[in-house]
């Protein structure tokens, strides 16, 4: 299975929203606009929609709890220059993180059986 979440190579490698966080600024175009009226309600009502064996107040508290881990797993997965160069070296493989692979293990954790 695979979710098409292939970095793009231009793209910067930390997460914008780490860094605007840093810097104590907010960008407009960090905002999403599906959160601006239901916050992560409406986001756990979509997800609801597809999967309604698991309640939307349920959801929510999923992707309340999710967001930062996804945030710092596209971190590690995507490090900086310097960084990468390190973590390729040998002995260090339990540093190099699939981004892909991992949040595929995070979302079967969370998988209604």
Not at 2 to 16: C, F, I, K, N, Y
Not at 28 to 43: A, F, I, K, M, V
Not at 72 to 77: F, K
């Amino acid at each position: 299975m695979t979710l098409g979440l292939e970095a793009d190579a231009a793209a910067p490698r930390r997460s914008a929203v780490h860094d605007a966080g840093k810097d104590g600024l907010v960008q407009p175009s960090l905002r999403c606009p599906r959160h601006r009226h239901g916050g992560l309600g409406q986001t756990a009502q979509d997800f609801h929609a597809r999967v309604p064996g698991m309640s939307a107040q349920a959801f929510e508290t999923v992707v309340k709890h999710a967001l930062p881990l996804i945030i710092g797993l596209w971190s590690l997965s995507n490090p900086a220059e310097v960084a990468a160069r390190v973590i390729e070296l040998p002995g260090l493989e339990s540093l190099r993180y699939d981004f892909e692979l991992a949040l595929l293990s995070l979302m079967r954790g969370v998988a209604p059986s």
